[in-house]
């Protein structure tokens, strides 16, 4: 995924649903260096984790 996907959906209200490694999470932020975002896996767990956006699908 690209920096200004990540950024359209981070300021949308839509629920979209993203995938990391085919697992679907919440995108949190992206980070300033415009590579990497902090995510969490949808559901009860809050869990974050960093990861890098290229690796983000839109399902």
Do not use: C, F
Request: hydrophobic share 35%; charged share 30%; glycine share 6%.
């Amino acid at each position: 995924m690209d920096v200004m996907r990540v950024k359209q959906i981070l300021s949308s209200s839509a629920d979209i649903d993203v995938r990391y490694h085919g697992t679907s999470v919440w995108i949190d932020q992206l980070h300033e260096d415009g590579r990497t975002a902090t995510v969490h896996l949808r559901g009860p767990l809050e869990e974050r984790t960093q990861v890098n956006i290229a690796e983000l699908e839109e399902a």
